[in-house]
């Protein structure tokens, strides 16, 4: 590990820009990019020792590169964790950190509403290789032992969820993982490391899609995992071996994202609040659910563990699928498509896209409606923003 540490007893924001890479020979202020597929070595015996893990140093880019080094260090330490691991994108993420550390006869225990690429690995999957997933209710978490079983090995939670914006009591479920012996995976995309840290609240592995508000800018595709080290060296080995590692440049390009992150998660969070309480008034809107509205179910919860609220928004339009297409139509300014955490506010439709393939009965018990929309608030000014949300919704009447 080649990064300068000097920071880690530093603000969150002074740590995004001061920890990098040790400079080189020729003493560059901002980290460079490391183009390399390989390292050389200085002779055979060190060679041998490399491969042996006897010595800890760079020697192919699929396993390590200084630039991937930086952007988990960062992670690590905003997450308070002890090692951690970069992908090529956040569900590489994902089925890393569950894939080595589960064999065939395992059980999972899931919240019911999480992302549908991750729905779909343990619905689709994982029941081919003989693991099994068993899902809470939401409204009934402190319900959750009883899905518990003698091969239960792991507990697994969004909060916020994607795309319900619903938020769980993490530090109950750290509890209940800790009593069973199970290791207890957060994905903690929607929060980043900058509002919420999951491993204070009993969590062994934390999971972000750096696509996201990490990025920031819509720009590049990554995940990184961090946790307590026994796990992470079981999911880096498998990462390396099947190749799920991000690139130099990707890596490059979210460490730096990552010094503006909470500067721009203010602005976002700020946002988010003031569109909130706009749509929340709104008479064609029939429900909507944003963490630090005091009408959000788990408002107590989310205040409790969350620095604030995030810029994800779940609201719902009177009138059914046929008035969301036409709210979604008559956009002009929001961006129709999949992605979140852009500096553009995004409006997508889960039912019909990120969630499409969901069973309908699923559907129904998580809450995706057909009139639910996600939206994803942007850095625009909030007037702009409102101004197309008033119009398009107005149309859609």
């Known amino acids: 590990m080649n990064t300068t540490n000097n920071e880690e007893g530093c603000c969150f924001e002074t740590q995004a820009i001061r920890t990098q890479t040790e400079r080189s020979q020729y003493n560059e202020h901002s980290t460079p990019l490391y183009l390399t597929s390989s390292f050389v070595f200085d002779d055979a015996e060190n060679m041998r020792a490399v491969f042996a893990e006897e010595i800890q140093r760079y020697s ?15 992670i690590r330490i905003f997450e308070k964790a002890e090692a951690g691991f970069a992908f090529a994108t956040g569900m590489a993420a994902v089925y890393c950190s569950l894939f080595p550390l589960l064999k065939t006869g395992d059980h999972i225990v899931s919240c019911s509403n999480i992302f549908g690429s991750t729905r779909g690995l343990f619905s689709n999957t994982f029941p081919e290789w003989g693991v099994e997933t068993s899902y809470f209710d939401l409204n009934q978490v402190y319900d959750v032992e009883r899905l518990i079983k003698p091969n239960t090995k792991i507990l697994f939670a969004e909060s916020p969820t994607n795309p319900g914006v619903d938020v769980l009591d993490l530090a109950y479920l750290g509890e209940i993982a800790k009593k069973h012996n199970l290791i207890f995976i957060v994905d903690n995309t929607f929060a980043t490391p900058y509002l919420q840290n999951p491993i204070t609240l009993g969590a062994h592995i934390v999971v972000h899609s750096a696509t996201k508000l990490i990025d920031g800018q819509g720009r590049a595709c990554g995940g990184v995992t961090v946790g307590y080290k026994k796990y992470i060296h079981k999911i880096y080995l498998f990462a390396r071996t099947i190749g799920a590692s991000i690139s130099p440049f990707n890596a490059w390009v979210l460490s730096k994202s990552l010094e503006t992150l909470a500067i721009r998660v203010d602005r976002h969070c700020e946002n988010a609040l003031t569109i909130a309480e706009y749509l929340e008034q709104h008479p064609a809107v029939e429900f909507i659910k944003y963490p630090f509205l005091p009408s959000h179910p788990q408002y107590e919860i989310a205040k409790k563990q969350m620095k604030q609220g995030g810029n994800i ?85």
């Open 60 to 74: 192919y880019s699929r396993f390590t590169n200084p630039n991937q080094t930086e952007l988990v260090e960062k």
């Open 313 to 397: 928004i779940a609201f719902g339009i009177k009138g059914g699928l046929d008035t969301g297409r036409t709210f979604l139509d008559a956009l002009q300014l929001c961006s129709r498509t999949a992605n979140l955490g852009d500096s553009r506010t995004i409006v997508t439709h889960p039912a019909s896209t990120t969630h499409s393939k969901v069973p309908a009965e699923e559907k129904v018990a998580t809450g995706i409606t057909d009139n639910l929309i996600r939206l994803s608030v942007g850095l625009e000014n909030t007037k702009d923003i409102i101004r197309d949300l008033e119009q398009a919704l107005t149309t859609a009447q």
